[in-house]
């Protein structure tokens, strides 16, 4: 079945460590994808896209996302995490010949502490 | 640059009202629209999306409905709220297959 999945529901890291978030997806062919960020009440704002070329796409706010074809994978990273990250973050695919239909994994929740 | 509003940006209803939110888009022409909700901690649901005025696609069979009387105006209704339709909603545009969805601030829904 298609499927888009974040493995890891809740991650706490400490400010300045480095962090990365897992996006599995399982499709016939490589769709377009995405990471989205939520802050609590607000809506999702784009953090990064890959949509072909160079795996490694870099992003707002220091992220930066690699593509792995073999695994299907597109995992977001970040070197050293500010406390103003803490935040939910959300992977989503784009696969062809669906309409620009999106489909989310169920999200990240990250916390940062001192 | 694309705007979306998204209008009321809270709203407490009792069970059994009727329900009215408003996303409008500016910056754009044509753009393809989504009604999305986020209930408690959990993910996005796409619940309706449309490709054009009075085109609208369903993906969850339930009390809502959506319409699209304008280009850039997209509705999300109910006649009969549900205690299970309170929520976040959200309203985002696109452009088709490759164009990166955008969304709007989102409307809180508590149904009492």
Redesign the interface.
């Known amino acids: 079945a298609q499927s888009v999945t974040q493995p890891d529901i809740h991650i706490t890291v400490s400010e300045g460590a480095s962090l990365e978030l897992r996006c599995n997806y399982s499709y016939g062919a490589t769709p377009?994808l995405?990471w989205?960020v939520q802050s609590p009440?607000?809506?999702?704002?784009?953090l990064l896209?890959y949509?072909s070329g160079d795996t490694l796409v870099q992003g707002i706010k220091g992220f930066e996302a690699e593509f792995k074809r073999s695994q299907s994978s597109f995992n977001l990273r970040k070197p050293s995490v500010h406390w103003s990250d803490a935040a939910e973050y959300?992977c989503?695919v784009?696969p062809?010949?669906?309409?620009?239909?999106?489909y989310?994994?169920?999200?990240t929740s990250l916390t940062v502490i001192p | 640059s694309q705007t979306i509003h998204q209008w009321p940006a809270t709203l407490v209803q009792p069970v059994g009202s009727p329900l009215s939110l408003e996303c409008t888009v500016e910056g754009t022409s044509n753009p393809n629209l989504y009604w999305y909700r986020q209930a408690a901690g959990r993910g996005l649901q796409l619940l309706f999306y449309s490709v054009g005025i009075g085109q609208i696609s369903s993906e969850v069979p339930q009390n809502l409905s959506a319409s699209r009387p304008q280009d850039r105006q997209f509705i999300l209704s109910s006649k009969k709220l549900l205690l299970s339709d309170s929520g976040f909603y959200l309203c985002a545009l696109g452009g088709g297959w490759g164009k990166t969805q955008y969304f709007g601030p989102g409307t809180r829904l508590l149904v009492l």
């Open positions: 377009y995405f989205y009440g607000q809506g999702l704002q784009l896209k949509f959300f989503a784009d062809p010949n669906t309409g620009n239909q999106f989310f994994g169920t999200g």
